[in-house]
């Protein structure tokens, strides 16, 4: 027995003592240091027995290590319990100085980490795969949220003004018209001309239901947006409560960008579960069909609203319509002011630009995955720079939704936390595992779903598609009453000089008196006060703003709700005002008479003798845009029009 003890201990430190030596000539030290014997607990033989049994351990990825992947004792101590009872010490010891020379972990390799940059600590973490869109949903959902928030925002602040029971132009009535018009009958017909829940509600108090659908939606997508979680049920609420009040906000709802969410709302409904709440519907893959329904609209939005400009105005294809789009755009911006002023070559740069964004790069999305990759980038950076020369609502943040589903998984992962357990795990074990729930009903059923759905969106785009490669080309148009599937466009034409049309009051009993002092109401944004800067409130949107930049180009007979907004100032309607920034005559009499002046408006030059006085802009008139008009002789209009007359408050 001591003879076959003596043997084990000599071959045992042989072993050891050779391992050293190859293990030092192959990383030599600068200040090497002298070999210790082996001590007596070293050299004891390990215990007999039955192995141990291994404990069922807990698998980790994406940047969650397993304890014998971790440095120090506890790493170690993990190490040499996982080589196993049949092992000496000091080989196992060795085993992890030679790693840990190396540069590895020591953890094995589980399924889905690659090598690389990304997995060598720093918080990133392992790479995804690509081919996937997990994070992509959930970035695509919160980004629909947001601009969803906005929207009732917008709406919750400015419906009952422009829409009420006293709106401009009453939505009230505009539904009783529609229901006239059909016969007196709420019929499959009325519900077609305008698809609103509105019309199964009590009418007695609009203002209340305006107020109900823009708060149920804001809080809807505020949940959405904080949470990243939404099932088709949610979302398919908040595009029917927009697409109610879209469908009765007559002009004040007008603009493409409303077509446009309402179509990103409804592919947002098919990335969602039916009714699971989770981030990560196990059970519920986002659907490769959603995904290029999100990407052939960036391609139809992009490439329509080149193809506009080239065929509606010279000036885009004679390279000369930026020097006037900063100064003539609806509601110029701080930094529109600077532009303007940009040298002739740099702006037929930005017009060559354009015309590469929106004619050229569209097509980079059906090139593989990288080229669609840098058509997302070039889109976003593009609408970015919109956003930062200009106030165009919330259209330029609109457009870079459905940019985003030219990214997958590992492209957006820097967006998210490496942290154990994170949603960025998580997506990492999925694709890891590579489990794929068994094929049950719910399966086949939302299989056949996201079918239908590339299917309907096939059909819908035969229109749009033909007028795309039409020569009379329409834009921000719908060809199906739940605005699915539509065409768009932006700045067609340009306007080469800027007009405005400027409200002014009097209390002069007689508006033809040249001694009558006429002072002016200023809005929230639009060019009026000469010294006032010019605002930023982009993805916000002031809709009478930009209604008003309309009606200049127009004339008042063409836009009868401005004579009923004179009227409204006239009476000092409580309503009315919160849509103006500045009321003259706030503590004073009313004003007796209210008339309309049209202006041409330009950029004063920076550093010139007007900007040295503190004006941003110089003017002149043109003429009268509507004659001054009082109260009483207003009676007739209104009742014309079946508008409530207004009321002094």
């Known amino acids: 027995m001591s003879s076959h003890l003596n043997t084990f201990i000599s071959k045992t430190v042989s072993r050891a003592r050779s391992a050293q030596h190859t293990f030092l000539h192959r990383n030599p030290s600068p200040r090497p240091r002298p070999r210790r014997a082996p001590t007596e607990a070293q050299l004891r033989p390990p215990p007999r027995g039955p192995p141990a049994k291994p404990g069922r351990r807990r698998p980790r990825s994406g940047g969650c290590f397993p304890p014998a992947a971790l440095p120090g004792p506890r790493g170690a101590a993990s190490r040499m319990l996982a080589a196993g009872p049949d092992m000496a010490a000091p080989s196992a010891a060795l085993r992890q100085r030679r790693a840990a020379a190396a540069g590895g972990s020591g953890a094995p390799e589980t399924p889905g980490r690659a090598e690389g940059p ?5 918080g990133v973490g392992p790479l995804l795969s690509p081919g996937t869109f997990w994070l992509t949903r959930i970035v695509l959902l919160r980004a629909v949220a947001l601009l969803y928030l906005v929207a009732f925002l917008v709406a919750y602040h400015q419906n009952k003004q422009l829409i009420g029971e006293k709106g401009l132009l009453p939505c009230k009535l505009y539904l009783q018209n529609v229901k006239k018009y059909f016969k007196g009958k709420i019929n499959l017909d009325a519900l077609s001309y305008a698809p609103t829940i509105i019309w199964f509600l009590d009418w007695s108090d609009m203002d209340s239901i305006l107020d109900y659908i823009s708060l149920l939606g804001l809080v809807i997508s505020a949940f959405v947006l904080i949470t990243g979680c939404a099932n088709m049920v949610l979302m398919a609420v908040l595009w029917v409560l927009y697409l109610s009040l879209v469908n009765v906000g007559q002009i004040w709802y007008s603009f493409g960008w409303e077509s446009q969410l309402l179509e990103t709302g409804f ?7 039916l009714w699971t709440l989770s981030r990560l519907p196990r059970s519920t893959p986002p659907s490769s069909i959603v995904i290029w329904g999100f990407r052939w609209l960036i391609f139809r939005i992009m490439l329509g609203a080149g193809l506009i400009k080239i065929r509606e105005d010279h000036c885009w294809r004679d390279l000369t319509c930026m020097n006037y789009h900063y100064e003539t755009q609806p509601v110029p911006n701080p930094i529109a002011y600077f532009m303007h002023r940009s040298p002739g070559w740099f702006h037929q740069f930005e017009t060559l630009f354009n015309h590469f964004i929106e004619l050229v790069v569209p097509f980079f999305i059906f090139m593989g995955r990288k080229m669609c990759m840098v058509h997302g980038v070039l889109q976003i950076l593009f609408q970015v720079l919109l956003i930062i020369s200009g106030n165009l609502s919330f259209l330029n943040w609109l457009t870079i939704v459905p940019s985003i589903a030219c990214f997958d998984d590992r ?5 998210f936390s490496p942290r154990c357990g994170g949603v960025k795990d998580r997506v990492l074990q999925l694709q890891g595992s590579g489990e794929q729930p068994p094929p049950g009903l719910g399966c086949h059923i939302r299989r056949v779903v996201n079918i239908s759905f590339g299917l309907l969106i096939a059909y819908l785009s035969v229109p749009v ?7 009379r080309q329409v834009m921000n148009t719908s060809f199906n009453p739940l605005r699915i599937v539509n065409t768009y466009g932006a700045f067609g034409s340009i306007t080469k000089e800027r007009t405005e049309v ?10 033809n008196d040249p001694a009558a002092v006429w002072q002016e109401f200023d809005f929230k944004c639009k060019p009026g006060d000469l010294w006032r800067r010019p605002c930023f409130i982009s993805p916000y949107h002031y809709r009478l703003d930009w209604l008003m930049w309309f009606a200049a180009f127009q004339t008042y007979e063409q836009n009868e709700w401005i004579i009923h907004l004179a009227g409204k100032l006239l009476a000092q309607e409580e309503e009315a005002l919160s849509l103006i920034a500045t009321n003259p005559f706030a503590g004073k009499d009313p004003p007796r008479w209210i008339r309309g002046e049209h202006f041409k408006y330009k ?13 941003w802009w110089i003017r002149k008139r043109i003429g009268p845009y509507f004659p001054p008009v009082n109260l009483q002789g207003l009676r007739k209009f209104y009742e014309d029009r079946n508008w409530p007359y207004p009321v002094r408050d």
């Open 411 to 415: 492209s957006l992962a820097f967006l």
């Open 502 to 511: 400027i409200l002014q009051g009097t209390s002069s009993p007689d508006p």
């Open 603 to 615: 950029f004063s030059k920076p550093g010139g003798a007007h900007a040295a006085e503190g004006k």
């Open 267 to 273: 592919l947002g409904m098919f990335l969602c579960p």
């Open 465 to 471: 598609v033909i007028n795309l490669l039409s020569s």
């Open 118 to 122: 990304e997995s060598a600590g720093g």
